[in-house]
């Protein structure tokens, strides 16, 4: 008896440490709170209503949703103002996500019948390719490379590279300062290649989130964090007296709906929606993205291929 | 094939990036194993203390947290900023405490496999606790141990890869880079499991040509 009660006690302690632990990493990737801008995902509705009847001939991913009854969409989770999942509540919010929502309504689905798999950025041509999921909408660059497995639909938006560097940093004010700097940014993504090869930082380093690299940033440990200045922007939104972005952005990156290669039915409709709903569009950018200091417009959509 | 030479650069950086982790954390690990197993069964009851209390801690923590407090809570305690040598010497280091453990614990139950006579025969004579370490006890546990030892050798091999979520560049990561320049992510796994299976092999063909040279006769 004496030994079970010891064995719990020792299993208590464990699950206590777990919890703290995992409170503790849960809650790195941002000290909510900022992300109240977006929570009201009741208001998106108002912007759109939710198709009825919607035909879409010969497109394979609409056919497996519908039989589906459900949409299962890739998003991104620690980017706060693009796609965002609040630790505590479970709520995602952001621009893509908005996006997101906005096409599955598009396509007769209601945000009860959306299922979100958070999919990091090298995992996401394979989910596609497999057919995880039935569309990415999350900071996904429309680049020839990746057009060779999947198909894009958009781009719904431009940015370009930045860099992130603590608020009282006045050393780094471009690409050209960051000799003998560290530069921070999630494993293998272009963005540090292009760094590494046409520019000249000291060190680089490597997380599997960008949230990990803030962190970082905020302890000292690196000097500038460098990816999409839209994904930058929503760091500096949650914690403006810490971080901010320095310099003109140094490339352009255009953002795209990652859809199944083939799937031309659907990457029409998407375009079509696009083109047609500019006045959602800026809805959603006002609401999610300028709060952050991002100015932008919308581009027009790539010719379908 | 392609995606190999294609990216002949890559590969060969990932290669290195893990030998490096498993030669340098495995060495780590030999080393201080070896220390802590000889504290464990040492006759002063604080080296004995500190050798379980360390053992029993870190063995029982997952890689990952180990890899958290090295890449996230030591450099802001010791203000270190994270150079390429600092990120991998906290990643050998991690790795080399991890599994240093394991080793203590192997080396531990080899130990014990030297009848108990050898050693009081050895004090018997005057050797100091070091020297019947040294000379009588740990040659033969050594051997004693070789496929265990080999055993945790191959996990620390494998455990490698857990570093590349920490910055450090090696087969672990190399799908993240694949996927970034457009190849098909799922090939790139087969060859890092071709790759480890060979190296695997090489480490068992170590393993017995190690037990045929030092076979203990008894």
Known sequence: ?305 | MGIITDNLDLWGEMIVGTLLLFFAGGTLALILGTIVGAMRVSPIPIARGVGAFYVNTVRNTPLTLVFFAFAFALPPLLGLRLTGAVSITLAICALGIYTATYVAETIRSGINTVPVGQAEAARAIGLTFGQVMRFVVLPQAFRSVIPPMMSVFIALLKNTTVAAGFSIANLGSVRAYLSERGENQFVAILWVMAIFVALVLLLSWAQQTFERRWKVAR
Not at chain 1, 68 to 92: C, H
């Open chain 1, 1 to 305: 008896m004496r030994r079970t009660t010891r064995i719990a006690g020792a299993l208590a302690g464990i699950a206590v440490a777990a919890l703290a632990l995992s409170a503790c990493n849960s809650g790195s990737p941002g000290d909510s709170g900022t992300d109240g801008a977006t929570d009201d995902a009741g208001g998106d509705t108002a912007l759109w209503e939710v198709a009825t009847d919607v035909q879409l001939e010969g497109s394979p991913t609409f056919d497996a949703m519908t039989e589906r009854g459900k949409v299962v969409i890739g998003v991104k989770n620690d980017q706060p103002g693009l796609g965002y999942e609040d630790a505590a509540s479970g709520e995602r919010s952001g621009f893509d996500i908005g996006i997101a929502q906005w096409i599955a309504a598009s396509l007769g689905f209601d945000e009860d019948q959306i299922e979100y798999q958070t999919i990091p950025s090298a995992n996401r041509e394979q989910a596609l390719v497999n057919g995880d999921i039935d569309y990415y909408v999350g900071t996904y660059s429309i680049t020839d490379k990746r057009k060779e497995q999947i198909d894009f639909a958009g781009p719904y938006f431009i940015t370009g590279q930045g860099l992130l560097v603590a608020a009282d940093n006045e050393d780094i004010n471009g690409p050209d300062d960051l000799e003998g700097k560290i530069v921070c940014s999630v494993t293998g993504s272009t963005p540090l290649q292009r760094i590494r090869d046409e520019y000249n930082p000291g060190d680089t380093v490597e997380y599997d989130t960008y949230s990990q690299c803030v962190e970082q940033l905020k302890a000292g440990a690196v000097d500038a964090i460098t990816t999409d200045e839209a994904i930058l922007a929503g760091y500096v939104a949650q914690d403006p007296d810490a971080l901010k972005i320095a310099g003109e952005p140094f490339s352009e990156e255009r953002y795209g709906v990652g859809l199944q290669k083939g799937d031309a039915a659907l990457q029409e409709h998407i375009n079509a929606l696009f083109t047609d709903g500019n006045d959602v569009w800026q809805a959603l950018f006002d609401e999610n993205l300028a709060p952050a200091g991002i100015s932008g417009e919308q581009p027009e959509v790539d010719p379908t291929s």
